[in-house]
């Protein structure tokens, strides 16, 4: 009898113990993240999940502040007006700082470098980035809606000359059906979209040059202050880097 309790009471203790694991990481508090899940290597699905580089970075910000990452998946030109809203805590797209983001959202400093590229067939007569802006042309460009590569095309070529489209994918997909003559986006998602896709290339010249900022609710310093401090210690001891290296060989 004295073994059994004693067997009873150890196994009561493990189970014991297994709970309040599981409640000390259920009690977590959670962080709301927004993003577009069509943005490789930043952020794409893999089955289910959303992974990438700003799903890793923000995972590791999360554990730096003692809570729990949950990613909701929204369109790019949603995102700002969920983070206005308060429906997340923040907002993380391979997203640049503009002056026009700076009057809605604070962004937190820079934790990726990115530039901006032209893909075209590669059978296309546009052969430069100047081609675009060549006196008479009337080349057309597709563009994901609300990214720096829509409001750059948009302020160079007018918006007669420029279609935005909900995600990268569906932009490849007309310049491949001939709809649009190029699409501006970002370099690692354009590389990833012309393996993908036969017959495309990226035009050598980059068309514009940005850093990437985390987006936070304005006035937010409690959060904006925690964030810029979490990601100089993951720069500091070289999880960005290595996590950056991880999707870009």
Request: hydrophobic letters at 45%.
């Amino acid at each position: 009898m004295k073994k059994l309790f004693a067997i009873v009471l150890c196994l009561a203790m493990v189970f014991s113990f297994a709970a309040c694991g599981g409640e000390k990481d259920d009690d977590k508090p959670v962080l709301k993240m927004a993003t577009n899940a069509y943005f490789q290597p930043y952020e794409y699905y893999e089955g289910d999940k959303i992974i990438g580089i700003d799903a890793e970075i923000a995972e590791a910000i999360a554990d730096k502040l003692g809570m729990k990452l949950e990613i909701k998946d929204m369109e790019f030109d949603s995102i700002i007006t969920a983070v206005q809203e308060g429906s997340v805590d923040f907002g993380m797209a391979g997203m640049t700082v503009r002056e026009d983001r700076l009057e809605k959202v604070d962004f937190t400093t820079s934790y990726a470098n990115g530039k901006q590229v032209v893909i075209v067939k590669e059978n296309s007569a546009i052969t430069s980035v100047d081609d675009l802006f060549a006196e008479g042309a009337t080349w057309k460009a597709g563009v994901q809606l609300g990214t720096t590569g829509d409001i750059y095309a948009t302020d160079d070529l007018g918006e007669d000359r420029v279609t935005s489209y909900n995600n990268a994918n569906s932009a490849v997909l007309a310049l491949i059906a001939g709809d649009v003559d190029c699409v501006v986006i970002d370099n690692e998602p354009a590389k990833a979209l012309v393996n993908a896709n036969e017959g495309l290339k990226i035009l050598e010249a980059t068309y514009a040059d940005e850093d990437y900022a985390i987006c936070v609710k304005k006035g937010n310093t409690e959060l904006l202050d925690k964030i810029n401090a979490a990601i100089d210690e993951l720069v500091e001891d070289g999880t960005i880097d290595t996590i950056i290296n991880k999707y870009i060989k």
